[in-house]
Each structure stands twice: as C-alpha cells, then as structure tokens.
C-alpha cells in the first residue's frame, strides 16, 4: 500500500512539474477592427488644403484643395506645377469614388454636374486587411489598417495601408497609398525595380481663399479681367494674389524671407521689373528694420530721397533712383510692422514700366490679407 502511494505522488508530480515545464501557449492576435465608415479617411470639407513634399519625380510633390461640396459630391483641385486637374469625387460611407477629372482646369468654377468621365473606387468599407476590390483598371488590397506613419506633417496612427496594382497590360511597379484618420492620404510610394517616387504630407491646413479668383487690372485707365493666382506665405501670416503675367518666386535665408513678383510680359522675365515683399527675422526693432533698410538701398550711383507716406501702413518710404544702369530704374521703398512683424515692400522698374507694372504691383498690395487678424494690408 505504502508502495502504490509512493507510486502514485510520484506520478502526480512529475505531471505537475511537467505542466510546469511548458509555457502558456500565447493568445491569438487580436485581429485588426474592419472600418465600416470610410469618410473619416477622406476628409472634404471646403477650404480644406493638402501641401505635399515629394521625390523621385519633379511632380510627386504637389498641393490639393477641397473647392465645392454639395450633398455627398466634393470638387477638388490637384496642382503639381505642372498642371492644374479639376477632380470630383463621391464621398458616403460605403465607399470614395472618382467620378470626373479634367485637365488644365485653372479655374474655380464647379464641375459638380458634369457628366461622369471616371470611375475608381479609392476606398471601399469594410477596410480591413486583406479585403480587395477592382476598378479602373486596377486592383486594390488593404495591407493593414493600423500602421504608422511619419511624414513631415507629423506621425499618424492607425493608418490605413493600400497596395494599388494596375491591371493593363506590361504595367509594371506597385503604388501603396497610407490614409490617416481625420487627415486623409499622407503617404503614396510608387515602387518599380530601383525606381521610387514618394509624396509626403507637408502640410494640412485651412486656406482661407480661393486658388483663382478673377479681378479687374486697370492700364491707363481701361479695366482688364484677368485670373488672378493664390499666393500663400505660410507659415508668415498672409495671403495675396497675382496677375498671370508676373513669376512668383519666395527665398529664406537667415536674413529673412522675400516674396518676389517679377515681370513676365511675353513670356520674357526680367530682372529689372519687381514688387518684392520682404520680411525681416524675428526679434528685430522698428529703429533697425529702418536701418537696416535704408542702409540697402545706399548703393553707388542710387539717389535715395525720403518720402511721403504713400501707405497708411508704413512708418518709414524712400524714393529711389538708379542711375547706374541706362536708362535709369526708379523705385519706392516703405518699411512696415504687424504686430512684432516686420517687413518691407519696394518696388524698381524702368520708367517706361509704370503704366504696366505700376497697376499690377497696387493690385498685389490691394489684394494682400493678414490671415491671423483677417485684415486687408491697405
């Protein structure tokens, strides 16, 4: 008897000791949440702006902005300096799909009736990995709907991951699309053998104006319709617009930031016929932005006068006139503050400009507006 129970503990510890041995098998992975709602991943309210960074292709970085909205339609533009597609896209629940796009489209005016010319389905609910879909010649699979991200807007969470794979013929290369919640897309990479070509979200923002609005340039007298181009200081605190026929050019360096507007009159820029708008760095002093002004406008041969006040928003204008170059350019230079900003705006041309260049340059200032206070420049 005493042998069986000895037996018998035996037995019953080597079992515990063997179940001590093994280690808990680990619990399945939680399996990723389907998304049933896919318009948090497609944000399209009017005014909204997407500024995107990119490489590999002189048009992967390009800017979007949600234009119109009716009902569950929403007109977007999409510029990559290269072209300017007007874009409509139907936005519910069940799915995101581009209905319509045109080329060339520099204009504000809505597509929104327009007949449909496309029809891809960008995102499609459930999103969840695994899940596929075809349209438009392509074929669409979600990767994940948890990565994360980090571009140059910030890092995102709970990223939705989407392989894009083209179903024509010898179509080579793969395109993965990343949507945040709330933001939408801030990630696309093209990948083709040694080839890369990403767009990065720079930027998510409101724009508070239109990207082309239409207004009236008066030359000698007689009024002109002309578009007009959205110009964005961000992140200085302004916008403006400016004619077709004038190069838009924006520099920083540790002396400070210059929006330069430059004549392009028949296609020919040139140098000698500007606006430029130049913000000094922070922390400066009215006495030394007056300074530092006057001292860059005391070159060899230029003849610098003081002036009256031609802005109701300056606290110190010159005239100038250089009488190095023949015929002689003039000029005007006026230092203003906005709150602790400071800046200047000067203008130089030849004289024979003035009738032409003269009415852009006012339009420019007439157009200027302070996006922090909503208040026009003049």
Same mark, same amino acid.
């Given at each position: ?128 990995? *695994? ?41 080579? *290369? ?181 009738? *032409? ?22």
């Amino acid at each position: 008897m005493k042998r069986l129970l000895i037996v018998a503990m035996t037995a019953v510890f080597v079992a515990a000791a063997v179940g001590c041995a093994k280690k808990p098998a680990p619990p399945p992975p939680t399996p990723e949440a389907a998304v049933t709602d896919v318009r948090g991943y497609f944000p399209a309210e009017p005014k909204l702006t997407w500024v995107y960074e990119g490489s590999g292709n002189e048009y992967a970085g390009f800017t979007a902005r949600a234009m119109l909205r009716e009902g569950d339609r929403v007109q977007f533009s999409h510029n990559s300096g290269g072209t300017r597609l007007g874009q409509v896209y139907q936005v519910s629940a069940a799915e995101v799909t581009l209905l319509f796009s045109r080329e060339e489209f520099y204009s504000d005016a809505s597509l929104l009736a327009e007949k449909p010319n496309r029809h891809r389905v960008i995102l499609k609910a459930p999103l969840k990995a *695994g899940a596929s879909w075809e349209s438009a010649q392509e074929r669409r699979e979600v990767v994940g709907v948890s990565e994360a991200v980090q571009v140059p807007a910030g890092t995102y969470h709970n990223v939705v991951k989407i392989k894009v794979t083209s179903l024509a013929a010898q179509a080579g *290369g793969q395109t993965f699309e990343y949507y945040a919640p709330d933001i939408g897309l801030v990630l696309r990479e093209f990948i083709a053998g040694q080839d890369r070509i990403v767009s990065r979200l720079k930027a998510h923002k409101q724009t508070p104006a239109s990207e082309v609005k239409e207004g009236t340039l008066t030359i000698e007298g007689t009024p002109h319709k002309v578009v007009l181009s959205l110009v964005e200081g961000d992140p200085l605190p302004f916008y403006t617009y400016a004619p077709p026929d004038l190069a838009v050019s924006r520099a920083t360096s540790p002396e400070g930031t210059e929006f330069r507007f430059s004549a392009r009159f028949g296609g020919q820029q040139r140098d000698d016929v500007y606006l430029a708008i130049f913000f000094y760095p922070p922390g400066m002093t009215t006495d030394q932005a007056v300074l530092r002004a006057a001292n860059g406008i005391s070159k060899p041969g230029w003849i610098v006068k003081g002036s009256e006040k031609r802005y109701t928003w300056s606290v110190r204008e010159w005239t100038l006139r250089d009488t190095v170059r023949t015929p002689a350019r003039v000029g005007h230079l006026a230092v203003g503050q906005h709150k602790d900003m400071l800046f200047h705006v000067m203008s130089y041309m030849p004289p024979e400009f003035g009738d *032409g260049f003269g009415p852009r340059s006012r339009l420019i200032l007439e157009q200027f507006m302070w996006t922090d206070t909503n208040e026009k420049l003049q």
